[in-house]
C-alpha cells in the first residue's frame, strides 16, 4: 500500500532528502518555497537527485500564515491524483522538519487500518482554543501576513453562508476519496475559495472547513498523526527535539498519545533541528 506524503520545506536540503530516503518506497512530493535562492534550491535538486520516489513540485511563495502553505499543499494534492504509477491510498502533509517515527512498512500497516477514513485535527469554530472570541476574527476581518506580523483591515466580512467554519492543523492524512473532493471543490468553487486566501493563518482553517462540510465528514478522525511538544503555553512554535526525547517519541510510535492532540499512535515527530537532531534520527532509523 502507497501513500503520498507532502513535504512543505524552505531550508535543510540533507535533512529534507534524509527524510525521503526513509520514506521510501511512498511517493514523496516535495514543495520548496520559490523564496529559496537558485543556489540554494539546487542544492535540494542535487541532494534529491538519488531518491527515486521523490518528485518536485511547482513551487509557491509560502511564508508564514499566508495562502501560499495552501496552495503549496494544494499543488501536492493535484499532483498526487494525476501520479500514474502508483495506487496510493492516502496523502499527508508534513514539513521538512518533520522525521518518521516508524519506518515506512509500519506506517502502511497502520494506514491500511483505515482505508476509507482520514485523520485532521478539527473544532468548529468558534472554539475556547483560539481565545476570546473563539478565532472568529481570523474569517470576520481581510488580513495579510507582512513581515511575519498580521496586517488586517476592521472591516467586517460575511462568511460564506453555505459552509460552517472549522478551524484544525495544517498537517492532515487524507484518503483518496476526500483529496479527490478537496480539488473538485477548489475547482468549482472558486469564489469561495478566494474568501479564504484573506483570512488568518488559513492552512488552519482552510482544509478542515472544506473537508468538515463535505460528504465525508463522517469518515474523518480527528487525531493528530505527529507528535509535537509545547512546553510554553500560549507559544507559537513548538519544541525543538533531541535526543533526550527519544523513549518518549518512540513510545508515541507505539501506543496512544497525546502530544500535539490525543491520537491512537504518532507517524511522525516535530520539529526536529538539522544539527542537533541528527543523533534522534539515527535513533529512529536504527531502533523503529
Not at 499566508?66 to 496552495?71: D, N, Q
Not at 485535527?121 to 468548529?124: F, G, H, K, S
Not at 478522525?221 to 500560549?234: A, P, Q, T
Not at 500535539?260 to 491520537?263: A, D, E, I, T
Given at each position: 500500500m502507497?501513500v503520498i506524503?507532502i ?7 540533507e535533512?529534507?532528502a534524509r527524510l525521503?530516503k526513509r520514506?521510501?518506497?511512498h ?22 537527485a538519488?531518491e ?13 500564515a ?6 503549496a499543499?494544494l499543488?501536492?494534492l ?10 496510493w491510498?492516502?496523502?499527508m502533509?508534513?514539513s ?7 519506518n515506512s512498512?509500519?506506517i ?10 482520514s485523520?485532521i485535527?478539527?473544532?468548529?469554530l ?8 473563539g478565532?472568529?476574527?481570523r474569517?470576520?476581518?481581510?488580513h ?17 453562508g453555505n459552509l460552517?467554519?472549522?478551524?484544525g492543523?495544517?498537517?492532515w492524512?487524507?484518503?483518496?476519496e ?10 468549482k468553487?472558486q469564489?469561495e475559495?478566494?474568501?479564504f ?10 482544509i ?7 460528504p465525508?465528514?463522517?469518515?474523518c ?14 507559544s507559537?512554535?513548538p519544541?525543538y ?8 517519541i ?7 498519545s497525546?502530544r500535539?492532540?490525543?491520537?491512537r499512535?504518532?507517524l511522525f ?7 542537533k537532531?541528527i543523533?534522534?534520527m539515527n ?5 523503529t
Open positions: 502507497t506524503f513535504i512543505l520545506a524552505h531550508k535543510e536540503p535533512q529534507v525521503a520514506l521510501s518506497p511517493k514523496v512530493l516535495v514543495h520548496i518555497d520559490s523564496k529559496v535562492s537558485p543556489s540554494n534550491y539546487q542544492k535540494f535538486e542535487n541532494c534529491l538519488d527515486s520516489n521523490v518528485k518536485l513540485l511547482k513551487r509557491f511563495r509560502s511564508a508564514w499566508s495562502w501560499g502553505i495552501v496552495e499543499s499543488e501536492g493535484r499532483s498526487a491524483l494525476e501520479l500514474t504509477d502508483c495506487d491510498t492516502h496523502a502533509v508534513i521538512g522538519e518533520d522525521y518518521s517515527i516508524v512498512t509500519k502502511s500497516d497502520f494506514l491500511s487500518k483505515y482505508k476509507d477514513s485523520f485535527p478539527n473544532w468548529e468558534p472554539h475556547k482554543i483560539w481565545g476570546k472570541d478565532g472568529m476574527y474569517l470576520k476581518y481581510w495579510k501576513p507582512i513581515c511575519k506580523r498580521r496586517f488586517f483591515i476592521p472591516v467586517p466580512r460575511k462568511f460564506p460552517t467554519p472549522y478551524g492543523s495544517m498537517f492524512c487524507l484518503n483518496r476526500v483529496v479527490r473532493y478537496v480539488i473538485n471543490y477548489v475547482d468553487f469564489k475559495v478566494s474568501f486566501k484573506n483570512v488568518w493563518i488559513p492552512d488552519e482553517i482552510f478542515p472547513t472544506v473537508v468538515m462540510n463535505s465525508f465528514k463522517s469518515t478522525i480527528n487525531e493528530n498523526l505527529i507528535y509535537i511538544r509545547w512546553s510554553i503555553l500560549g507559537p512554535h519544541d527535539l533531541d535526543a533526550s526525547d527519544a523513549n518518549e518512540k513510545k508515541a510510535g507505539s501506543e496512544p497525546i500535539g492532540g490525543k491520537s499512535i504518532k515527530a516535530r520539529k526536529i533541528d538539522a544539527s537532531g543523533p534522534l535513533i529512529l532509523d536504527n531502533e
